[in-house]
């Protein structure tokens, strides 16, 4: 078997995101998350949603682009010729946010649903993760991030105990969306919506 073509795979990716099936996508599934929030606090309770951040309530496409996607980290963000350094990307707390998921959060707010938002982001990047999620229209009951030392196999390690600290608060959590399998596996939601994410994979 030939040997698979990175330039092939990256032209797919952009052709997926230009053609506009990436955004009508994620569309489908948060309409779906959206839908079953509608009719499902009809039946009353504490009720909570668990959001991602990256690639789920903030696109971080510009960044992604300007690297050709490769996984910078360090380094100054130089948009948008590139390379643009994930840190610097984050500090610069320009991320859009991803619209129908915006829409969710909104909807979850008119109807009195509290909004969580839980990301492998670490505690460091709080101050610009609130900045941008503010400058992109979200608002929140709170901001989980991971802790700056706690290094975990899977991102579910980290993300699904801390679902559980939310049920052990009283919280009942309808709805659970991420971009990656890591973001939902592990139980406690009532229900799980994954986005697509033709851009990068995280265990
Ligand atoms: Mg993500």
Redo the contacts with the bound molecule.
Sequence with gaps: MAAPSLVEAKRQVNAYVDSGRYEADIAAVADQARAYLESRVRGGGKLAIVL?????ALSNLPSLRANDYGFIIPGPCDLPGGPCGLGAWIRMAQADAIKPVLALARLARERSVAVFFL??RPERARAPTERNLRTAGYEWTALILKPDALTTKSAADFKAPERKKLIDQGYTIIVNI???MS?LEGGFAERTYKLP?PFYF?P
């Design positions: 991602d951040v990256d690639e789920t990301t492998g991420g971009d990656q973001d994410n995280l």
